[in-house]
C-alpha cells in the first residue's frame, strides 16, 4: 500500500489461523523436550509419593523426606529449559511440581505467629567444639527464654555454663550431655532410655505460675549418609521409637520436648514422636525455621514439639554462635 503524500508503507497480513495452529504444534511437539517433561514428571512423583519410596535400601524415603522442600529448587530449572527449548509439553509438565510444592510447603511461607505468649522456651544444641561458649552464655540470658534446654554438653563444659547461666536461671539440671534451664522449679527428674548405652534424653517436671509442664530434652543418635550404606539412620530410629514410647506414657497433660532430634518433622522414622505432637514451627513460624548447619542451614533437625493444650504463638531461629547449630525459640500460650 503507497500513500500519495508520503513514504511506502506496507500492510501487516493478519496472521492466519493455520499460522498459530502450526505455531502450537511445534510448542507442543512431543519431539521437542522430551527429557524435561520425564523430569518434571519425575520430581511431581517424587513430592506426591515421598511415603511409598522404600526404606529398605539405603533407608532413601527418609533421606528423600529430610531434604523434601529442595526439590522445590528443580521448578524454576525446568520452566527455564522448557522455555528455552520452546517445549510446550515440558512447560506443562515443569508447572505440576511447582504445584504439588505449594500445596505441601505453601503454608510454611506465610507467618502464622500471633505474639507473644505467656512464655518462651529454647533449646540448642551448642556443640562439643564450641569454641566461644561465653558468646552461646550471652546469647541464651538475652534470649527472653524462661526455659532452655541444651544438647552435646562436654564434661569439660557444663560447669561453665552451669555457672554463666545461673543467674538468668535459678534451677538446672544435667543429666549425661543435656541439660535444662529453667527461671521456674524443676523437680521429678528421670533419666529416659533411648537405647543408646549412655544419657542423652530426660524427663522433668517444670512448674509454671500456671501449673506443671512435662518437659523432655532429647539429642536423638546423628545420622550419616555415605556412598556404600546410604542414609544410615537405624540408631536413631530406634531412639525415636522409645522417647515416642515415653512420651505417649506421660502422665501430665501438658507435654514439651525440646532437643536435637537429627530429624525433620517429614521423615517417617520420627513418626513415633511427631504423630503425637505439634510442632511450634510449623504451628506459629514464619519459613522453614532451618537449623542446621549454621553456616547454610539445609534441614530443621532442632525441635521444638508439644501436646495438651499449649498453644504455640510464635517461632523462630536465632542468630547464628560458634556452634554449628542455630539455636531455636518458641513462645507458648495455656
Given at each position: ?275 503425637q505432637m505439634r510442632s511450634a514451627q510449623g504451628a506459629a513460624g514464619d519459613g ?40 531455636v525459640a518458641a513462645d507458648y500460650r495455656y
Open positions: 500500500m503507497v500513500r500519495a503524500d508520503g513514504p511506502a508503507v506496507l500492510a501487516q497480513e493478519p496472521e492466519r489461523p493455520e499460522g498459530r495452529r502450526e505455531k502450537l504444534r511445534r510448542w507442543f511437539d512431543w519431539r521437542r523436550g522430551w527429557p524435561l517433561t520425564a523430569l518434571g514428571l519425575l520430581v511431581t512423583g517424587l513430592l506426591v509419593f515421598h511415603a511409598q519410596v522404600p526404606n529398605a535400601v539405603g533407608d532413601l524415603g527418609s533421606l528423600l523426606e529430610t531434604f523434601l522442600p529442595w526439590l522445590g529448587l528443580a521448578v524454576p530449572v525446568l520452566l527455564g529449559l522448557a522455555l528455552w527449548r520452546r517445549a510446550g509439553v515440558a512447560l506443562v509438565a515443569a508447572l505440576l511440581p511447582g504445584a504439588v510444592w505449594l500445596n505441601l510447603f505453601g503454608a510454611l511461607l506465610v507467618d502464622k505467629g500471633s505474639g507473644p505468649g505467656d512464655f518462651t522456651v529454647l533449646t540448642h544444641n551448642v556443640a562439643a567444639a564450641n569454641d566461644d561458649p561465653q558468646g552461646t552464655i550471652r546469647m541464651l540470658t538475652g534470649s527472653g527464654a524462661e526455659i532452655v534446654a541444651l544438647e552435646e554438653l562436654s564434661a569439660s563444659a557444663a560447669p561453665g555454663y552451669a555457672d554463666g547461666l545461673a543467674a538468668a536461671f535459678p534451677y538446672h539440671v544435667v543429666e549425661g550431655t543435656v541439660g535444662l534451664w529453667s527461671s521456674y522449679p524443676i523437680d521429678e527428674v528421670s533419666v529416659v532410655d533411648i537405647k543408646m548405652g549412655w544419657t542423652r534424653a530426660f524427663r522433668a517436671r517444670v512448674t509454671t505460675p500456671k501449673g506443671p509442664l512435662a518437659v523432655y530434652v532429647a539429642h536423638l543418635p546423628s545420622v550419616r549418609v555415605t556412598f556404600d550404606t546410604g542414609f544410615t539412620a537405624g540408631r536413631r530410629d530406634v531412639s525415636a521409637q522409645a522417647l515416642g514410647d515415653a512420651i505417649e506414657h506421660e502422665p501430665l497433660r501438658r507435654v514439651l520436648l525440646l532437643g536435637d532430634l537429627n530429624g525433620t518433622m517429614n521423615d517417617r522414622s520420627l513418626a513415633p514422636v511427631t504423630s522453614f525455621g532451618f537449623s542446621w548447619p549454621a553456616s547454610f542451614p539445609t534441614a530443621r533437625i532442632d525441635q521444638i514439639l508439644s501436646k495438651g493444650g499449649l498453644v504455640p504463638t510464635d517461632s523462630r531461629t536465632l542468630p547464628a554462635d560458634a556452634s554449628d547449630h542455630l539455636a
